[in-house]
Structures are given as C-alpha cells and as structure tokens.
C-alpha cells in the first residue's frame, strides 16, 4: 500500500496505473468497520482503491469539534493496509488549499434543514473539499456511508453542479451490536455515554416500527422525551423527511421514502443516525 502525502506523488502513481478505473474513499481518519466496508464495496466496483485521510478544517462549524476530532494515524494505516487499500492520501491543509477559499454552493433545500440548519457552513465546507479532492482524483466512483445521509445528497448535487462523471455511491450505516452506528466520534465516549448512546439508535427502531400507530409528531415528541430522560443525552433535533426531497414529512401520506433524521448530544459528543421507516 502507498502512503502519500503530496498531488505529485498521488498523480506519479495514477501514470502508472493509467486506463485502471479508479474508487474513492474520502474520510477524516479514526477508522472503522465502516469505513473498511467503503473500501471493500470500491474494491469491488474499481481496478484502484484510493482513501484519503484528512480533517478538513473548513467543515467544522466549531473549533472545539475540530480541535479535539480523534486522530490515530497510525492504526488507521494499518487498517487500510489489512483491508488492501491500494493508496492512501494524507495531505496537509496547504496542499489541499493553497490558494484563499472562497466558494458558495448553492443546494437549496438540502442544506438548509435538519445538518445544514444546526451547522451553517458545515456543507459548504464539506462540498468545497469534495470537488477539490475529485479535481485532484477524477475517481469514477466515490463511497460514502449513509449514516451522513444528508451530506451524500448534498455530495451527489457537487457531482452534478460541477460536471464531474463520477459516481456517488451511498453503503449502509455499520453499527455496534449495540446498535450504535460506528462514528469516529464514537472514540470520544466514556463507557457510559456509549452505552448511553445506544439509546439513539432503539429509539429510532421504535420510530421505523410504528408508523401505523402513530403520526410523525407523535413519534417525534416521545422520542425526545424518551432520549432526554437519559442523563446523558440531549436531542438537538429529530426529524422525520422525505429520503429524495428531504422535506419534514407532517401526515405519512406525504411521503413513500420516510426516514427518521436525529442529531443527539452525549455529554460533549454530537452524535447523528437516521433509519429509514418501515410501510
Ligand atoms: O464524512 C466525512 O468524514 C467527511 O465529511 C468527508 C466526506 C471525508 C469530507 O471531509
């Protein structure tokens, strides 16, 4: 596995691999079962598997988040090397933007509710850095986990707004036995938040199974009365939208792809998850 650092080095090695179809992995690092699972789905599609490691600071709509964001470089290589990853690209900050940043996306709804309301800038941020790294890859695929299902509409709308070929492809959330979905935030609990945490995802099962009983109002409100009775967790939001439009879904008649949305404090750790509602 090569382990690279500058474009140079990352273009010298698609020279020589030229014709090769090529797959994608962005990540921030501190990786886990998901993450592996990405790189095994590109594996599959592609000749060459690429991931790239690097926490991209103009995502981070606090510091703190940014500054305390778990880093583990080392086992993260050793990863990637099991899961025969074929390179790997750690850049730093100069060389992902060395000229000033300035870009606007414009994605209209998608990242104006539920992510992009409780983290301005988060998507800007988020598509700036993806539509660098394919100016810089060209993949043919790209892999992102669903567990982000917000950022990979809003990824698939860079892809489209800026006239890449490369397709984005989203893999199912990978959890605990839990059932806590692997985040690498996760990193960041104590014991007990983490089994906490686990709440998160029961909670949203509850939701997935009751929608005959229940309308989505209901199901939201005893859901954030059920997670904010734990000590430790503290809903910021939980939604029920449409999976193509993201719109909230107010009667269920609105909407044959509902899915639960939810963004939970644990502690100092912001966790998100969603699960899609069962017919
Ligand atoms: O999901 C992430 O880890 C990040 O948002 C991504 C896609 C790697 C962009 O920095």
């Known amino acids: ?11 010298l090695f698609f020279e020589q691999q030229k014709g090769k179809s090529i797959g994608f992995v962005p990540t921030m690092g501190a990786l886990h079962k998901g ?3 990405l790189v095994e789905f590109s594996q599959q599609k592609c000749d060459i598997t690429v991931c790239s490691i690097f926490v991209n600071p103009i995502q981070f709509n606090k510091q703190d988040d940014f ?6 470089l080392e086992s993260d290589l050793k990863h990637l090397e099991a899961a025969k990853c074929d390179v790997v690209f750690c850049p730093s900050a100069q060389e992902m933007y060395p000229n000033k940043i300035e870009k606007d996306f414009d994605f209209g709804i998608l990242s104006s509710v539920m992510e992009g309301e409780h983290r ?18 060209n993949p043919d695929f790209a892999f992102f986990g669903e567990k982000d299902f917000q950022q990979l509409a809003v990824v698939k709308e860079v892809a489209k707004q ?11 959330t990978v ?3 839990s059932g806590l979905a692997m985040s690498s935030r996760n990193l960041r609990l104590s014991e007990d938040e983490k089994i906490a945490a686990a709440n998160i995802s029961s909670e949203l099962k509850y939701i997935t ?37 993201l719109l909230p879904v107010i009667n269920w008649e609105d909407s044959d792809y509902p899915i639960a949305f939810t963004a939970v404090n644990v502690g100092e750790v912001r966790l998100i998850d969603n ?3 069962i017919n």
């Open 1 to 11: 596995m090569l382990v690279v650092n500058t474009i140079e080095e990352l273009q």
């Open 35 to 37: 993450h592996v699972s």
């Open 67 to 72: 500054t305390n964001y778990p880093k583990t």
């Open 120 to 137: 301005p800038g988060h998507f800007n941020g988020v598509a700036i850095v993806i539509e660098r790294f394919f100016e810089i890859i």
């Open 162 to 172: 800026t006239g890449f070929n490369t397709k984005v492809m989203g893999a199912p």
């Open 175 to 177: 959890r605990e036995a």
């Open 209 to 245: 199974l009751n929608k005959t009983a229940f309308n989505p109002q209901e199901l939201k409100a005893n859901y954030r009365d059920k997670i904010d009775a734990n000590p430790f967790l503290k809903t910021e939001y939980i939604e029920i939208a449409d999976g193509n439009t």
């Open 275 to 277: 699960m899609t509602i």
